[in-house]
């Protein structure tokens, strides 16, 4: 029965209800997640001191890099694993599946390690001044030192169980972790008055406990799932597929995170105001991107799946079907953005100067997200696809030769705000280009089969 409810979703399902059916849980553990991404910004805010938001935001795009390391092991084992389903090729998958828990378990000890050895350094490269440098050390050393396999786990955990099509499973230990980073967030933060540091402490804490959630979830599965988590199926020989998919992923996450470095280093020459108000806005501004990620790894297995199948159209229908609902799901919010900035970065910080420019700075970023969005579909559904290389052309393109470059321009020809505009200049160039790319690949799909007997 279990068999042939997973093949009925993947393979007859309408459409819109498949992948409503899968992207909706995931969805919601993303909205999850992003709220208790901002549960730190939000009552590290309440403080009321620029210079505590400033720490958390100079250390976000390295904290940031986890989910790099959970897209490359994750995103990429999940990919190849629904491949796999939709070539009946079942007794694989618990290879697959070990070789990305413990190999990123592995990696990302040894980043965590480097990390906490070269904090002095890397702190003061990602723009800490001296009054930010104390609080961003202590969330640095919680967050990615201590806290860093568990949160690579956690988001590898999920993707694995969403390749089978658990979504829900997946999706409910994601909000299992992200409302108990909310609930201790001010018990932490005002009730035992550890500040910042009460901050990182939660978030810690809460990814190791989805990952106990998760190996709980998996004991109950057992005979329900082909994944298995023991490390005698520890084996490097799906290294190549795997990376060849998640890497796109993971560039995209770390070039982004990148570009974020150096956007808060270029800020810090402005001042804490700036990085403040700026990181606060990349929080909110993530929010609908959070979504549309979401959307993503929702529709992932089934575009992998058809398309192992060789059911192309099919995944050309769960492709579109979801990159229109990503453009009308971020048109909803850029106009809520847009009228309710003032009121939306008041209620993140108190302290006027830095709420008033960040709403200036939101009602600029905002205008780029159904693009980004739109962008990003197109690379997840080439990855989905195991089309790495061509997604990882679009993704260095689009945050390597062009977002970088383009931020130190615009910060030397128009400054402050000009660096704001840089995201939506960059998703204008990148929009032909992706949409091109997806349409020569699928085109070159439909000629192969044309020509098999």
């Not at 939660?202 to 998996?218: G, Q």
Request: with cysteine; charged share 10%; aromatic share 12%.
């Amino acid at each position: 029965m279990e068999e042939k409810s997973e093949r009925y979703l993947f393979e007859s399902m309408p459409v819109p209800k498949a992948v409503a059916k899968l992207a909706v849980p995931t969805i919601i553990s993303q909205v999850v997640t992003m709220i208790y991404n901002l549960a730190d910004t939000f009552f590290i805010g309440q403080i009321g001191d620029p210079a505590m938001v400033a720490a958390v935001s100079l250390v976000s795009p390295w904290f940031n890099l986890l989910t790099a390391l959970g897209n490359l092991f994750g995103l990429g084992g999940s990919s190849l694993i629904s491949r796999m389903l939709g070539e009946q090729n079942h007794k694989d998958i618990k290879r697959v599946a070990a070789f990305s828990v413990w190999g990123g378990a592995t990696v990302t000890l040894l980043f965590s390690l480097a990390t906490y050895f070269a904090r002095a350094p890397l702190l003061n490269f990602l723009g800490a001044s001296p009054d930010t440098y104390r609080y961003a050390e202590s969330y640095l050393v919680w967050v990615v030192v201590l806290g860093g396999v568990p949160t690579m786990l956690s988001l590898t955990l999920g993707h694995l169980l969403r390749s089978e099509g658990h979504a829900k499973q997946a999706s409910a230990g994601m909000m299992f972790g992200g409302i108990l980073n909310v609930v201790l967030d001010p018990v932490l933060i005002f009730g035992a008055h550890m500040d910042v540091e009460g901050a990182a402490i939660a978030t810690a804490f809460s990814n190791a406990a989805s990952v106990v959630f998760f190996f709980i979830r998996y004991l109950r599965l057992s005979g329900k799932t082909a994944v298995s988590l023991h490390p005698r199926y520890f084996t490097f020989r799906f290294i190549g597929p795997v990376f060849s998919v998640g890497l796109a992923s993971a560039l995209a996450t770390a070039l982004g995170n990148a570009s974020n470095m150096v956007m808060v280093r270029l800020a810090s020459g402005y001042g804490d105001i700036p990085v403040a108000a700026y990181g606060i806005v990349k929080r909110i501004d993530q929010f609908p991107l959070n979504v549309s990620m979401g959307l993503c790894q929702g529709f992932m297995p089934l575009v992998g799946y058809n398309f192992a199948s060789k059911n192309y159209q099919r995944m050309r229908r769960v492709s579109v079907f979801s990159w229109k609902a990503a453009i009308v799901m971020s048109a909803c919010f850029v106009v809520g953005f847009a009228v309710f900035a003032p009121q939306i970065l008041h209620l993140f910080i108190p302290e006027e100067q830095t709420s008033t420019l960040g709403a200036s700075f939101l009602r600029i970023a905002c205008l780029a997200v159904p693009l980004t969005s739109v962008n990003f579909l197109i690379s997840y559904t080439l990855q989905a696809m195991g089309k790495g290389v061509q997604s990882s052309i679009l993704t260095f393109s689009r945050q390597g030769v062009l977002n970088i470059p383009l931020l130190l321009l615009m910060n030397v020809v128009f400054g402050l705000y000009g660096m704001i505009w840089t995201q939506l200049v960059v998703e204008i160039i990148m929009l032909p280009v992706s949409l091109g790319m997806y349409a020569h690949t699928f085109k070159g799909l439909r000629a192969d089969d044309k020509e098999k007997p």
